[in-house]
């Protein structure tokens, strides 16, 4: 039996380059090695601990589906899922937070990050997040689990949980270890200073964008003083921004971009760059307008990915109810 691999994304609305190139690019290219029994999902329940409108949810959850599938991946090779359609997640995570000390979600960087000071007002579902996610990964004994390294702490959590609960109540749950994927850190094409997210539109390059637009933000995109092309983070932050945006989509270096528009201004290099970025993702848009033409025939193959998955998670999380006393 080849060893599993887990790993789940939010749907909170559109993908940008950095989730292509720091996420999905790395699954697919890690279900096509054929060495890993692959579950890929749809975070929705994760999700929902976000403010969110209930009439988008679901166009949400479709869309990424959709994202998955045009990224290239395989329903014959992996197995692809929504996660509030096995509801082994939800079962899991209430068991596990019986042994979860209440001190560790409290350090949780992510947590804090998204709380700052709003503790009384914050839903108890945003606090209890990475117990969440290690039901996800335990449900399947997964191996391995490629996430970036903001993930870290949760995924050193989902092992503590691990190892707790085989200790108290026998071996049951498989500690999984982390993929580290290397996530290129993009900033905002408007603003070198703030990461690129897509709160700031302008500065974000999305996979769904039409060539024009990409031709218009990379064009508009804030430079530093001087002309010359080159990598210098003190110097130049907004330059080798972009530096690193064309290096992640044409696999050359830093120092190979550099020279290629050495003793040429930014006007030309800005201009090959959004056809490196349109050319980068033609291919992906190209298959996500086709399977949209196909939307319910998928929406249908989503299910039997959803059986698959249930009938994985079932198993262990009934093992975990024997274990525990539960009926
Ligand atoms: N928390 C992850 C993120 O925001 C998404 C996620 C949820 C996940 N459950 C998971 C990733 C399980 C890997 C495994 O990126």
Redesign the pocket.
Known sequence: MKPAL?????PTGKLHIGNYLG?LKNFVELQNTGKFQCFF?V?DL?SITEEFNPKEKLKQVENLILDFLAAGIDLKKSVLFV?SAVSAHSELAWILNTITPFGELRRMTQFKEKTGEEYETTNVGLFD?PV??AA??LLYSAKF????D??LQ?LELTRALARKFNSKFGNTLFEPKPLLTEIPRLMSLDDPTKKMSKSRPEGCLFLDDEPEVIRKKIMRAVTDSGSEVRADREQKPAVTNLIRIYSAMSGKNAAQVESRFKGKGYGEFKKELAEIVIQGLAPFQKRKNELKKKRAAIMKQITAGNKKANMVASKKLAEVKKKTGLV
């Open positions: 887990v790993s789940g994304i939010q996420a999902f975070a994760h996660q997040y969440l996610m996800d990964i689990v490629p996430v970036g903001d993930q949760h």
